[in-house]
């Protein structure tokens, strides 16, 4: 088949007769030896290095106070809604921070807001552990997402800065790895601490590995955002891109208006929005179990304490591991089987089936989940259906979705990921309000907000059918000239 006769709209690629296409340069670096794309792999992979280590840094801090709950809620005289609010006002400002975080990284580079940023988180945890009331801890927590927002955004476009666009799936698959244990085994760490030696010491382990996170940025994150030959592989970062302060980039204006508007504009594309929903589904079904696994577990009949309340997330580790070991490879290999059958021809919509597995699995989270909440089941079967499944499905689901709006739309995967993480942040948010009051209110008890949440994360799911019958690509081609298959060239 001729490429003429083919509708190549963007998503839509023209592979090998195994399925895989061939890895193009692109963005095409530069002569330049200290271009990013230009350094050497052990360079690259140190950058990666930094960022993942203070990525998993900030989450630990930010995501990981729910096993303190019983001992917050005693001294400061909380109910379970104060408290859930605790991890609901980090949540939500951990959201939208991003949208002056983005243009800041681009106007003075990525290396001089994670130096300014790394500080800051530092002197929260300081504030957070010297709060001695609700509304100063509550204070802290707020500007501690503000400053930690850095590990939603700095991280992905490091990665669009160094690596090719054949590399950026898998480099970003490691970023979550990073960002999901944080949230995983944080809560490990402050229930063990807090069960040994009180609730401020872990947001004093927390400023002291802050602080080892300052150290680790000042050197070993150069500059990723300047280009300043040798062939491709073999630069390295220049002294100045070791500078803690870049000048100001003159286009500072265009980036302020591109970097607030774009993901404003983006957030009305079907697909992109859509992405964003299935990121916010089963990453808020974590913070569902998050947010309750004291108020449960802690109760009768099961009375744990902080360490053994904070020793459960082992099973969302469990399943995360599971997840990202399978969801990749299982993806491609439904997408390069139906581009054989094709004769060729790749479509976006062509890794779509491989959701409805872990679909499955994050329904039984959930019903599992719910029931068990509400029946008292032993506490294997909560750890088990509901948080194993729960792990399983937020690095499964999300990767796959996110993957699709990627491959549909390339130049805007940093946009993408702030609208996704909008999405899921101000949906985890409202959770703190309503969770703990229906559970209590309802006849159904625990039920209902499993079911609500059931709904709020299959609901968007079904949406995939039409996707993948037609209307995912007829998408594609409405939104083929569109300023957004651009925007790449305008950074």
């Keep these: 088949m ?6 190549l709209v963007p998503g839509t690629e023209i592979m090998s007769e195994t399925g895989k296409a061939k890895k193009a340069l692109i963005p095409c670096p530069s002569s330049d030896p200290h271009d990013p794309l230009n350094w050497s792999t052990i360079w690259k992979l140190t950058v990666m290095a930094s960022q993942w280590l203070f990525t998993w840094i900030s989450v630990t801090g930010a995501l990981s106070i729910a096993p303190m709950f019983p001992l917050l809620g005693q001294e400061f005289h909380l109910n379970n809604n104060q408290l859930s609010l605790l991890t609901g006002i980090t949540v939500i400002t951990l959201g939208f921070a991003n949208f002056f975080i983005v243009p800041l990284s681009n106007i003075f580079g990525r290396r001089s807001v ?7 988180i530092m002197l929260t945890c300081i504030w957070q552990a010297l709060a001695t009331s609700h509304r100063s801890l509550l204070a802290a927590r707020a500007l501690n997402g503000l400053v930690c927002a850095t590990s939603e955004s700095i991280p992905v476009q490091m990665i669009a800065d160094v690596f090719f666009l054949h590399e950026r799936g898998l480099w970003t698959g ?15 760490m402050s229930g063990s601490i807090a069960a040994h030696h009180g609730w401020k010491s ?6 002291a590995l802050s602080a080892f996170a300052i150290l680790l940025i000042a050197l070993t994150f150069p500059e990723t955002n300047s280009i300043v030959p040798p062939p491709v592989g073999k630069g390295r970062p220049s002294r100045h891109q070791f500078m803690p302060v870049q000048k100001a980039d003159s286009r500072w204006k265009m980036f302020i208006v591109r970097d607030t508007w774009t993901p404003v504009k983006v957030f009305f594309n079907p697909i992109i929005f859509w992405a964003g929903l299935m990121l916010a589904g089963p990453a808020d079904l974590v913070l569902f179990f998050n947010i309750t696994e ?4 802690a109760a009768p009949p099961y009375s744990f304490n902080p360490e053994q309340v904070g020793y459960t997330n082992f099973a969302f580790v469990v399943g995360a591991v599971v997840g990202l070991a399978t969801a990749g490879p299982y993806s491609d290999w439904i997408a390069a089987r139906a581009t054989r059958k094709n004769k060729g021809i790749r479509e976006a919509e062509m890794r779509l089936p491989a959701l409805w597995f872990y679909m499955v699995i994050t329904c039984l989270s959930l019903i599992l989940g719910g029931l068990a909440y509400q029946r008292q089941w032993d506490w294997g079967h909560i750890i088990v259906w509901g948080y194993g499944f729960a792990g399983l499905s937020v690095t499964t689901v999300p990767t796959i979705c996110i993957a699709y709006a990627v491959d549909c739309y390339k130049p805007i995967s940093g946009e993408i990921m702030v609208v996704a993480t909008v999405c899921k942040n101000f949906i985890a948010f409202s959770y703190s309000y309503w969770i703990f009051d229906i559970a209590h209110t309802s006849k159904d008890g625990w039920i209902t907000p499993a079911m609500i949440i059931f709904a ?8 995939a059918l039409p996707l993948y019958y037609g209307l995912g690509k007829k998408i594609r081609r409405w939104t083929a000239k569109s300023s957004l298959h651009r925007m790449e060239d305008m950074i």
Excluded: K, Q, R
Excluded at 2 to 7: G, P
Excluded at 114 to 120: G, I
Excluded at 202 to 207: A, R
């Design 2 to 7: 001729a490429s003429h006769d083919i509708d």
């Design 114 to 120: 994670s130096l300014v940023f790394s500080v800051l």
């Design 174 to 188: 490691v970023y979550f790895t990073g960002y999901f244990l944080g949230a995983f085994l944080g809560p490990v």
């Design 202 to 207: 872990f947001f004093w382990l927390e400023t």
């Design 294 to 297: 004291s108020v449960i577990l």
């Design 456 to 463: 709020c994360t299959v609901g968007p799911a079904l949406f």
